[in-house]
């Protein structure tokens, strides 16, 4: 398999005219080929169109019809897993076996999806019989269920090019949920983007699916993912990467005549709170842990531990000081595109210039040939001076944290109570102190979507129970879904209400056969039965 540069329209693909780029290999600082061309205006209003066209097929299918076709595309991943691990090791500069993983993951995702699709206990079906001889008055028939919302427009992330990209989570969640999908590739990975939307598009053909149910979309620029977030036929948007860039289309989307809700999974710090106890029963696992943690993928996890809390104490520094030895040896290493290490660099630069910010001891001198490449940057400050700066408080997305020393467990919990929102807070405490900790563990609990006792943020299970979410700046709508887990399903769909139907104008999961042998709140009760 070998990407040739163009856009997929549904089963048709764009018309040349577009601006043109090129991918990049990080490691090797050069470019690829094919050339890859932008979507044209016409391009994306036929991509629309063809998804709103599908949208209605798509709402009627089955949960057994959705998840048949979640595992034809996990099985097309996995049968091609060479050639995209192939492509995407010279567009990232991932390692092989975290990409092969990667795919393993997707397509785990994909049928886990796929099967919460077919139970449908997520759908939330409940009824309410009438009661036509209630006096004073009688009581409706009422019947409801989360419907699928329509053409779903999905921004992939640039550090995951599989497990949160084309046939990543947001794509897998909608198709899930019954919506049509239309993925603005990212122009960091656009030929292992373009590798598998063909395989999507297989699955469309071999599971008679129609044309429409997914389109995929280069561009040079903004403007084609801004055109598909203002266009009036599409209904929802999925969202992994920057503050700027999530916020920026959130905008977007809400200045719209009709606003349509964007999940976005932007900045997060991911706080580590480190005890005393913890110290004095596991100092050295705890610096191998967290160097782990800190510096896998080049730090580039929405995960990342970029904020670490400590009491200042002999044994803390003394761990501090064995955590810094082994960030100095981490060797430097090609981070995912030019313009994420120059964010990073330009980060850690400012970072370095703030009053009463300490840089820990040298790192490695980065590979000055190559624009892309970075070592760890670890600093450290106060607690007075963090909670006087709001700059400290940003993230930087890289291999850079920032250790917050702090006088007592008072200024520990001020410092808890300043942070913002994030997708994660951890707690590392003492076999003898963590029953002690609950107010810190209320404070966590409020700023992050995951609070992680005596555990790493980065590595995150897909399950039905995960959260993968928080406060914003972490999402755009305030935690209150998540973008990882089978409840990332709920994002794409609405409720509706029917009221007084008879039994065949029902959707077959509110009917008193319930045919699928759904899950169901009948009367206040939670049933499998029929009615
Ligand atoms: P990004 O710049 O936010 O880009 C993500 C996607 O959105 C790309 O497809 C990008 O288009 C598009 N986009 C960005 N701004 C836009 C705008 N104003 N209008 C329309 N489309 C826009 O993120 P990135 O390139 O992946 O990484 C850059 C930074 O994002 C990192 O330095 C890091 O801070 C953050 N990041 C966060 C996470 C996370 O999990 N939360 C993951 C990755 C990165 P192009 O493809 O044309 O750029």
């Known amino acids: 398999m070998k990407p040739d540069g163009s856009s997929l329209i549904g089963f048709g693909s764009s018309a040349p005219g577009g601006a043109e780029f090129l ?24 991509a629309v169109q063809l998804a709103a066209a599908a949208a209605p097929l798509w709402a ?20 091609k897993s060479a050639d995209l691990v192939a492509r995407a090791q010279q567009e990232t500069a991932l390692p092989e076996a975290r990409l092969k993983g990667e ?46 919302l329509g053409p779903v427009v999905v921004f992939g992330s640039s550090n995951f090019p599989f497990a949160y990209s084309v046939a990543g989570g947001d794509t897998a ?83 719209r005549p009709e606003p349509i809700p964007v999940y976005a999974e932007m900045g997060s710090i991911n706080p580590v709170f480190i005890l005393p106890g913890a110290l004095a029963e596991r100092s050295a696992a705890l610096v191998d842990g967290l160097h782990a943690s800190a510096t896998v993928g080049v730090g580039q996890f929405c995960t990342n531990p970029g904020l670490i809390v400590l009491v200042r104490a002999p044994a803390a520094e003394d761990f501090l000081k064995n955590l810094g030895a082994k960030l100095a040896a981490t060797p430097p290493a090609a981070m995912l595109t030019a313009a ?32 892309t490449v970075a070592a760890p940057v670890w600093f450290e ?21 920032l250790v917050v020393w702090c006088k007592d467990s008072a200024e520990m919990l001020a410092v808890a109570h300043d942070l913002s ?34 555990g790493f943020p980065t590595g995150l299970e897909v399950s039905s129970a995960i959260v993968h979410s928080g406060p914003y700046p972490a999402t755009s709508d305030g935690g209150r879904s998540t973008s990882v887990g089978t409840r990332a399903l709920t994002r794409w769909v609405r409720l509706v209400c029917y009221q007084n139907f008879t039994e065949e104008l029902l959707p077959p999961e509110l009917q008193n056969a319930n045919p699928q042998g759904l899950r169901r709140l009948v009367n206040g009760a939670w049933t499998n039965g029929a009615i």
């Not at 050339?35 to 044209?40: D, I, L, N």
């Not at 590798?195 to 071999?206: E, F, P, S, T």
């Not at 980065?366 to 624009?371: F, G, M, T």
């Not at 007075?384 to 291999?399: A, R």
Request: overall charge positive; some cysteine; glycine content about 10%.
């Open 340 to 371: 994420i290490c120059a964010n990073f660099r330009k980060g850690v630069a400012a970072r370095a210039r703030i009053t009463g910010v300490r840089p820990l001891p040298a790192p490695s001198a980065d590979d000055a040939r190559l624009s």
């Open 173 to 255: 969640s909608a198709f899930a949920a019954g919506c049509p999908v239309i993925v603005k590739a990212h122009s960091a990975h656009p030929g292992t983007s373009e590798l598998v939307g063909r395989l999507i598009l297989h699955a469309v053909r071999d599971c008679g699916l129609p044309e429409g149910t997914f389109s995929l979309l280069f561009d040079a620029g903004l403007t084609v993912g801004q055109a598909l977030v203002q266009h009036p036929l599409v209904k929802a948007v999925g969202f992994t990467g920057s503050l700027r860039g999530g916020r920026a289309l959130t905008d977007l989307a809400a200045a």
């Open 381 to 401: 400050t106060s607690a007075q001076d963090y909670s006087s700066n709001p700059n400290l408080t940003e993230e930087i997305f890289g291999p850079s944290s």
């Open 23 to 46: 991918a990049f290999d990080p490691a090797r600082g050069i470019s690829l080929e094919p050339t890859f061309c932008s979507a044209t205006g016409r391009d994306l209003e036929r």
């Open 421 to 454: 929102g994030n997708l994660t807070a951890t707690l590392h405490a003492g076999t003898a102190e963590v029953a002690a900790q609950g107010a810190l563990l209320d404070i966590l609990a409020n700023k992050a979507g995951r609070v992680i006792l005596n």
């Open 60 to 79: 009627k299918l089955s949960g057994a019809q959705r998840n048949k076709f979640l595992r034809t595309i996990a099985d097309n991943l996995e049968k």
């Open 103 to 148: 795919i393993a993951r997707t397509a785990g995702q994909l049928r886990l999806y796929g099967e919460t699709a077919e139970r449908g206990d997520w759908l939330d079906a409940r009824i309410e019989t009438a009661q036509p001889e209630r006096q004073p008055l009688p009581k409706p028939d009422h019947r409801s269920l989360l419907r699928p």
